[in-house]
């Protein structure tokens, strides 16, 4: 059983293959936090040890106890106002006074896992769910904490639904998803920093005594900083030592905080952001924070990586395409941006099946006056004008060549030079007596208003409707701004917009299954946990650049599998750098994701066409190793600045994938090895490049010697 109730010592232990995480209810009936780590089988309460210490108050129910302190003992929910002065994850006022004491009140263990209402989980119907109720009588308060154990990956999820029980208004001012208490311990933050076009780049910060958070205050989860984040030992390294992940399946405005407190204790907690946030709860309803899944590792980040990457494509992604081969796909905005016609768009297509692609996506543009990007957002009717004739039209021409067709879409967002606009003014968010902040010429629009969503996916589903569109790329080109809502109280819009995203999402693929759908904000701004339980990709980031996307790719693959990165082939000069890299690097990056062309094929030479045909036909061939195989990371680009290597082994460990990116070259060049990972050792590996035999024992403890070729950027 994954969850144990131990009646004599009231602890509760989950377990997982090779962890386990466990909590204890004391003798004045707070839930305290006992352990989390490698698998044990006893009470690790003999691992705290109380002392009377000054200006750390003792709750009333300890009487004469000076040793009992909430301001030293780990927490399973710590809450503002209880003596603990150390970071909290819930602050409630009541009548105007902010402070709470949970005490448990009972718990109970069922079969299924858990949902959560118009909110994103981890699926598993073969687990078992935790529910522990804490209440506060006199507030009138119960929080009930949601904890499943998904087996196979290490993983613990974790939600909390706060509960007004009480005849009076509460107020909540942070409601976090998850804390975790570590009674000693040195520990490195890994965090995954960026902005557009360079998004999360791995950044190590030491756990100190100064509270430290990263978050997102623009109403997504942003290009800034990634709701995944790993607190590790400080010796920790890709294949020895321990380390947990934190991943929120949540794309809205977030925050993550961590610090080690007086008596060197680490504290970490992480959930919806609390700016913003002032979620007024009337007598009888209550509040769902979204789900945190947490893994542990013995084993160092590539464990945790593989615990990650099958959680979101096994657990979290759903429908159909979850672990079916994705369509090689090409996209025609580099190819055109807003300058296309019926014409070069056939001609783009042609050209693109001859070589081996699957599927044509119309980017931008093809709707409404849109013309440039200045107008038309909010308009979802095909411009025939621009089509020269209807949607489907094209779309049958495409299809009869053998091809998917694919649309882009961004039902977020509004042009005051549109029709919706005008009909409409008050579907989009402006703050009352101002004009409104404009970002790409763009307003949002208050998905927190039910209608507002209904009325959006009533004109896009109609479109869809006219013709056999079988993907669509959905994005977001804006931060959250200048919020307020005709709807509902101000501190509760932005998660409920968040939440009228995912019911637009889930609207879609309830009318459309088998529909695949591509997540994307200005590329990566959206790049999370919660995306991908819609969107089994996601467009990595708006910058194409092969050298670039290494140092991404990298960064993302920590927490999400290589299958979510939605990568491209695009032209050169690049249009982000200007950098001129050869055709086999550029597909030799793409292929560490969800294979694709954004660039016209007519304009390339015959040399460069046959060089694409083989790299589709490669792609197909490798899709298993690449996809649904495990991959490894074997140097890190921020350490490494002369080559990336990556690595994907099959899971039966019989073929693997090497792949080596030069990132600078040098006169009278030092030789270059790598060390492979993940084969077995006394397999004979044929080497496809030089045609030799080698055992896995040599390859992963010798290595390789790496191939020189003199240019740049070679791979």
């Not at 783009?348 to 849109?370: H, S």
Request: net charge negative; glycine share 8%; charged share 25%.
């Amino acid at each position: 059983m994954p969850i144990l109730f131990n009646e004599i010592d009231n602890t509760i232990t989950l377990t997982t293959k090779n962890s386990s995480y466990q909590m204890k209810i004391d003798k004045y009936g707070y839930l305290l936090h006992t352990y989390y780590g490698a698998p044990i089988e006893s009470d690790m309460s003999y691992l705290i040890r109380g002392f009377d210490r000054g200006f750390s108050g003792n709750p009333y129910v300890a009487g004469n106890d000076r040793t009992y302190s909430l301001d030293q003992l780990p927490l399973e929910y710590p809450v503002e106002g209880n003596g603990d002065f150390r970071l909290t994850a819930l602050s409630v006022k009541e009548a105007g006074v902010s402070g709470l004491d949970l005490l448990y009140k009972t718990h109970r263990i069922e079969k299924g896992k858990y949902s959560l209402k118009g909110l994103p989980t981890v699926q598993d119907q073969e687990t078992v769910t935790l529910s522990v109720v804490l209440e506060d009588k006199a507030k009138g308060v119960e929080v009930e904490l949601k904890y499943s154990v998904i087996e196979d990956t290490d993983t613990i999820t974790r939600a909390a639904i706060i509960k007004n029980v009480g005849e009076g208004e509460i107020i909540l001012q942070n409601a976090a998803s998850v804390s975790l208490d570590f009674l000693y311990g040195d520990f490195n933050l890994i965090h995954f920093q960026g902005r557009h076009a360079h998004e999360r780049e791995k950044v190590v910060t030491p756990i100190t005594y100064a509270d430290f958070s990263i978050g997102s205050r623009r109403g997504t989860s942003s290009h800034q900083h990634n709701p995944f984040v790993i607190i590790a030992d400080k010796e920790t390294t890709e294949d020895t030592g321990s380390c947990i992940a934190l991943m929120l399946l949540y794309s809205g405005s977030f925050a993550f905080r961590c610090a080690k407190d007086q008596y060197d204790q680490t504290r970490a907690v992480m959930g919806v952001l609390d700016e913003r946030f002032d979620y007024s709860l009337l007598k009888g309803e209550e509040f769902v924070t979204p789900e945190c899944a947490i893994s542990f590792s013995l084993n160092g980040f590539s464990t945790l990586s593989h615990n990650s990457h099958k959680l979101v494509r096994e657990h979290i992604t759903h429908g159909p395409w979850a672990l079916k081969r994705r369509p090689i796909l090409i996209n025609n905005w580099e190819a055109t941006y807003f300058d296309f016609n019926k014409n070069k768009l056939i001609k783009i297509a042609k050209q693109a099946k001859e070589l081996g692609v699957e599927m044509l996506v119309l980017d931008d543009g093809w709707f409404g006056n849109r013309w440039d990007d200045n107008r038309g957002l909010g308009d979802w009717f095909v411009n025939e004008e621009k089509l020269g004739g209807t949607l489907s039209s094209l779309v049958e021409e495409v299809n009869e060549m053998g091809l998917k067709f694919g649309l882009w879409i961004e039902p977020e967002m509004v042009n005051e030079d549109s029709l919706l606009y005008k009909e409409h003014p008050e579907f989009a968010f402006t703050l009352p007596g101002h004009k409104p902040i404009r970002s790409r010429n763009q307003l949002v629009l208050d998905f927190s208003q039910t209608k507002v969503v209904e009325y959006i996916f009533n004109m896009i589903s109609k479109v869809i409707d006219s013709a056999h569109i079988e993907y669509i790329k959905m994005d977001m080109n804006r931060s959250l701004a200048d919020v307020c809502s005709q709807d509902c109280s101000q501190g509760k819009v932005l998660y409920k917009y968040t939440l009228g995203v995912y019911d637009f999402l889930q609207r879609l693929l309830n009318r459309y299954p088998n529909l695949l759908i591509e997540g994307c904000s200005g590329g990566g701004g959206r790049f999370d946990a919660g995306m991908l339980y819609y969107t089994p990709q996601i467009w990595t980031s708006d910058n194409t650049d092969a050298i670039e996307r290494t140092l991404i790719q990298y960064g993302t693959s920590f927490a999400y599998p290589i299958s979510s990165m939605g990568s491209h082939v695009s032209a050169v000069p690049n249009h982000q750098t200007g950098r001129i890299t050869p055709l086999n690097t550029r597909s030799v990056v793409a292929m560490a994701g969800s294979f694709g062309y954004e660039l016209d094929l007519n304009k390339l030479s015959i040399e460069e066409k046959d060089e694409v045909k083989k790299q589709t036909d490669s792609f197909k061939e490798l899709y298993e190793v690449i996809h649904n195989g495990l991959y490894y990371r074997l140097t890190d680009p921020t350490v490494n600045k002369e080559f990336v290597s990556y690595l994907n082994v099959t899971t039966d460990r019989k073929e693997a994938l090497l792949s080596i990116v030069t990132l600078s070259t040098q006169g009278n060049p030092l030789n270059k090895y790598v060390r492979l990972k993940g084969l077995e050792e006394n397999i004979n590996y044929y080497n496809s490049f030089d045609k030799k035999v080698y055992k896995g024992s040599s390859l992963m403890h010798g290595g390789i010697l790496l191939p020189y070729e003199s240019g740049e950027y070679n791979a």
